[in-house]
Each structure stands twice: as structure tokens, then as C-alpha cells.
């Protein structure tokens, strides 16, 4: 069965640092693709950023450029959002999902960030 | 601004059908065939229940159907059950390895 699970969320000033992990099982995280999404309460899903399967290239939606850090860790299978520059406009339950061939396919249960200001 | 517009809620009786459209752009719905519709029950994770504008992973039911018209995509759900009450977005591939989703449509099951 495939896992992902994330932890690391908290409650933090703006300006601040935060690291998330996505713990995976279940499949062979070498082989995919991998994103971070999050998403607003009541609001719709926003893709940050998608990372290739050797780690070795990642982008970004435009507004988390130069402040988040998509890597991952094959040996761990385990993937990381570092976000720093926190602003209250990154408040949301950050999400990891696996790709499949173009498609974020299966999500995690998220990881709540707060940011205040 | 989400980047795909989808209608805020629609609402159907059991065993009827609803349409829930996504409209997006010539650079992601309408240039891509990489459409999903993913289902989300409060507090639950997103499901995803349609990819490649109409293809059902194992275990989605034939009653959730996708298609494609220029640049907004459609989730057809039939015989509607109380179930299928649940939140509902679309996400798009939009090139240079970018996505993008909708702000999401409620339905209701009366």
C-alpha cells in the first residue's frame, strides 16, 4: 500500500523557517516524480513545486521561488520542503503527492502550517 | 485566483447526473491531455478519481466520467449517491513541468 506521510508543520512568525518531511512506503520512491501542494482552508489545492526522481532538478510555482527548497533523500525515501521567508499568505495544509506520468496522483494526509504575523 | 475556474457548488438528487466544468487556458487544459478531477471529503485527503481527461484508476466507479472540450475540461458524475457528496477540483499540467488546479466545486447530494 502506498504511504506518504508528512510531518513538520507548526506554528510559526512570519519571516520564520520551517522543514517538512514526507515519510513514503509502499512503493519505489527512486522511480517518481514528486510534488508539494497545499491548500488554504476552504479554498482550492495550489501546486508549489515537483521535484525529479534523482533529486537533481526542481520548479516552483512563482510565488514560493527563492524563499522554498524542494530535496529528497532516495536512501530514506523521503522527500523535504524547506520554506523560509514564511508570510501569513503560506498558511495551509501542505500536502505530499507521488506523480504519475504528468499526474499528482496519490496525496499524503498533510501537515498543517500557521504563520502569523 | 485559482488558475482553473470551477462553479462554487451544484447540487443533484439521488440518482441523477451532474456536470461540474473547469475552465482554464490555452496553456494548460487546452493544450495538454494531463487533466485530473480528484474527490475530497472534509478533512480527508484528495482522491484522484479522473486523469488523462477521462481515465479512471482501478477502483473509481464508471459512474465518474471526464471529458474535453478546448480549454474546459467536465467531470460527469451519474447516478448520483449520498457518497459523492464531497468537495471536487481539477488540476492540469500548464508545460515547463508547472500544474495547476481549480478553486474547487461543493456538491451537494439532496
Known amino acids: 500500500e502506498v504511504q506518504l506521510v508528512e510531518s513538520g508543520g507548526a506554528s510559526v512568525q512570519s519571516g520564520g523557517s520551517l522543514r517538512l518531511s514526507c515519510a513514503t512506503s509502499g512503493f519505489t520512491f527512486r522511480d517518481y516524480w514528486m510534488h508539494w501542494v497545499r491548500q488554504a482552508p476552504g479554498k482550492g489545492p495550489v501546486w508549489v513545486g515537483r521535484i525529479i526522481s534523482d533529486g537533481s532538478s526542481a520548479t516552483y510555482v512563482d510565488s514560493v521561488k527563492g524563499r522554498f527548497t524542494i530535496s529528497r533523500d532516495n536512501v530514506k525515501n523521503t522527500m523535504y520542503l524547506q520554506m523560509n521567508s514564511l508570510r501569513p499568505d503560506d498558511t495551509a495544509v501542505y500536502y505530499c503527492?507521488?506523480?504519475?506520468?504528468?499526474?499528482?496522483?496519490?496525496w499524503g494526509r498533510g501537515t498543517q502550517v500557521l504563520v502569523s504575523s | 485566483q485559482p488558475a482553473l475556474t470551477q462553479t462554487r457548488s451544484v447540487s443533484g438528487s439521488p440518482g441523477q447526473s451532474v456536470a461540474i466544468s473547469c475552465t482554464g487556458s490555452s496553456t494548460d487544459v487546452g493544450t495538454y491531455k494531463y487533466v485530473s478531477w480528484y474527490q475530497q471529503h472534509p478533512g480527508k485527503a484528495p482522491k484522484l478519481m479522473i486523469f488523462?481527461?477521462?481515465s479512471r484508476p482501478p477502483g473509481v466507479p464508471d459512474r465518474f466520467s471526464g471529458s474535453k472540450s478546448g480549454n474546459t475540461a467536465s467531470l460527469t458524475i451519474s447516478g448520483l449517491q449520498a457518497e459523492d457528496e464531497a468537495d471536487y477540483f481539477c488540476g492540469s499540467y500548464a508545460g515547463s513541468y508547472t500544474w495547476v488546479f481549480g478553486g474547487g466545486t461543493k456538491l451537494t447530494v439532496l
Open positions: 503527492v507521488r506523480d504519475s506520468r504528468y499526474t499528482p496522483e496519490a
Open positions: 488523462d481527461v477521462s
